[in-house]
């Protein structure tokens, strides 16, 4: 298994330029997530998934749009890139069982983004 | 809003010595899920160790084992023989309001020193 794939790996953009951010993973996971981790602080929750269909907002959304069609991919679009959107941008999926119990997070390599 | 609070922003360890991370965080809820993550300057995520709130017994992993006391809401992660390896960002987390959604630390920066 692959796991949980992103690309680009890095992009640099342009203020006012749009681009998707792609993420797949090969688990059969559910459950799937966006972070973004800016220098010297840790991850914040952009969007998350929990089927294909449905998504939800995260601590940190604006600016952002997610969609998921299917359960491997789980796409994040960035609209009118601005400077404050320069960051690393981590996907990550876990499995949630019937039970309730929390599965772990497994992530992806990250996409570094620049907006100038 | 939960938050996660990791009060050392770097330690320094001699390799084979034995270091402490702190953790520390606020929740309402009563069950819940704490896990540790390493990121080293690759920028990878790695699973280092989770607990579940509900379970009294200390999580371990080979030379890694956590102490947590939940009515502290304290989770430190004591990493012992440290290893060069060991050395990256180290970052507690917790699950938020009985959902999956994960808040995390700023992270602690570990170095090993030969």
């Known amino acids: 298994n692959a796991g949980v794939t992103q690309t680009p790996k890095f992009r640099i953009l342009k203020i006012g330029q749009s681009m998707t951010l792609q993420c797949a993973q090969d688990m059969n996971h559910n459950y799937m997530y966006w972070y973004r981790q800016d220098p010297g602080m840790g991850l914040k929750l952009i969007y998350y998934s929990v089927g294909a269909g449905i998504t939800d907002k995260g601590e940190v959304p604006n600016g952002y749009n997610v969609s998921r069609s299917t359960t491997e991919d789980f796409p994040l679009r960035l609209e009118l890139a601005a400077p404050s959107q320069t960051s690393v941008y981590f996907c990550a999926s876990s499995y949630e069982v019937l039970t309730g119990a929390t599965d772990t997070q497994y992530f992806g390599p990250g996409t570094r983004l620049t907006v100038l | 809003a939960q938050t996660v609070t990791q009060s050392q922003p770097e330690m320094s360890v001699q390799e084979a010595e034995t270091v402490t991370l702190s953790c520390t965080y606020d929740t309402s809820e009563s069950d819940y899920y704490l896990f540790w993550y390493k990121q080293p300057p690759s920028r990878q995520m790695i699973l280092v160790i989770r607990?579940?709130?509900?379970?009294?017994q200390n999580a371990t992993e080979n030379r890694f084992s956590v102490n947590f006391q939940k009515a502290a809401k304290s989770f430190s992660l004591k990493i012992s023989d440290s290893q060069l390896g060991d050395a990256a960002m180290y970052f507690c987390?917790?699950?938020?309001?009985?959902?999956?959604?994960?808040?995390f630390g700023k992270g602690t920066k570990l170095t090993v020193n030969p």
């Open positions: 987390a917790a699950t938020q309001g009985g959902s999956e959604k994960l808040v």
């Open positions: 607990q579940e709130a509900y379970k009294q």
